[in-house]
């Protein structure tokens, strides 16, 4: 879905004694249960004006659904921006020295700026494709709807949704991921036989006989 479109139609080991105590156990409680990691990144009042005015234009409020800005859509964006000095290699990869320049660029101008000249900025950015455009949407999309106050609108608004328990289906983000070691990601894609080449192979008598048993065996 483009922002235009949207304003148009308002994821005990082998060898370890069993006395070693895993870390991640003790962080339990500072999990964000909506995902995101355990450290937020802090904002200065400038920079959450930006966030809230880019949010409430990338989904504008209407009656019977609050503006992003009116259910903290800036603590949501705060769990999923990489703090300096990690990598930025989780969702949505935005690294916080990066992001919070791009916010800077856009700065009290844009917060001050009317309506039609904020969607105007907004529908630039995103036909230049930039990353700090995409993040932005992707954690408006994904922390506003994921919001306690939404998920109760969709339910009353949304005939579809009268079930509806928030993202994923049904019960939400219980953890959030942990942090990986630095094994790097396998490259390179699965392979596949081609339905075309897929060729019948006998099976062993063996094998037939196991079947045959927990067959006649109801198993």
Same mark, same amino acid.
Do not use: C
């Given at each position: 879905?483009?922002?235009? *479109?949207?304003?148009?139609?308002?994821?005990?080991?082998?060898?370890?004694?069993?006395?070693?105590?895993?870390?991640?156990?003790?962080? *339990?409680?500072?999990?964000?249960?909506?995902? @995101?990691?355990?450290?937020?990144?802090?904002?200065?009042?400038?920079?959450?004006?930006?966030?809230? /005015?880019?949010?409430?234009?990338?989904?504008?409020?209407?009656?019977?659904?609050?503006?992003?800005?009116?259910?903290?859509?800036?603590?949501?964006?705060?769990?999923?921006?990489?703090?300096?000095?990690?990598?930025?290699?989780?969702?949505?990869?935005?690294?916080?020295?990066?992001?919070?320049?791009?916010?800077? /660029?856009?700065?009290?101008?844009?917060?001050?700026?009317?309506?039609?000249?904020?969607?105007?900025?907004?529908?630039?950015?995103?036909?230049?494709?930039?990353?700090?455009?995409?993040?932005?949407?992707?954690?408006?999309?994904?922390?506003?709807?994921?919001?306690?106050?939404?998920?109760?609108?969709?339910?009353?608004?949304?005939?579809?949704?009268?079930?509806?328990?928030?993202?994923?289906?049904?019960?939400?983000?219980?953890?959030?991921?942990?942090?990986?070691?630095?094994?790097?990601?396998?490259?390179?894609? @699965?392979?596949?036989?081609?339905?075309?080449?897929?060729?019948?192979?006998?099976?062993?008598?063996?094998?037939?006989?196991?079947?045959?048993?927990?067959?006649?065996?109801?198993?």
């Amino acid at each position: 879905m483009t922002f235009e *479109s949207h304003q148009m139609n308002s994821p005990s080991p082998i060898h370890v004694p069993e006395l070693v105590v895993d870390p991640r156990h003790g962080w *339990s409680m500072a999990k964000a249960q909506l995902g @995101g990691g355990p450290i937020q990144v802090e904002f200065d009042d400038l920079q959450e004006k930006v966030i809230n /005015a880019m949010a409430d234009e990338i989904i504008p409020p209407a009656p019977g659904w609050l503006a992003p800005s009116e259910v903290h859509i800036v603590g949501f964006v705060a769990r999923y921006v990489t703090p300096k000095d990690e990598p930025a290699k989780y969702y949505p990869f935005a690294a916080e020295d990066q992001f919070k320049q791009d916010l800077e /660029a856009l700065g009290k101008a844009f917060v001050d700026a009317p309506r039609q000249q904020k969607i105007a900025q907004l529908k630039q950015l995103e036909h230049d494709s930039t990353d700090f455009f995409e993040q932005m949407r992707g954690l408006t999309y994904y922390g506003y709807y994921a919001q306690p106050e939404i998920v109760a609108a969709t339910r009353e608004h949304i005939p579809a949704a009268r079930d509806y328990h928030g993202p994923p289906q049904p019960y939400g983000y219980l953890e959030v991921t942990e942090r990986w070691d630095d094994t790097p990601f396998p490259d390179g894609r @699965g392979t596949f036989v081609p339905t075309d080449q897929v060729r019948r192979v006998e099976v062993p008598e063996s094998i037939r006989r196991l079947y045959n048993f927990a067959d006649q065996n109801g198993k």
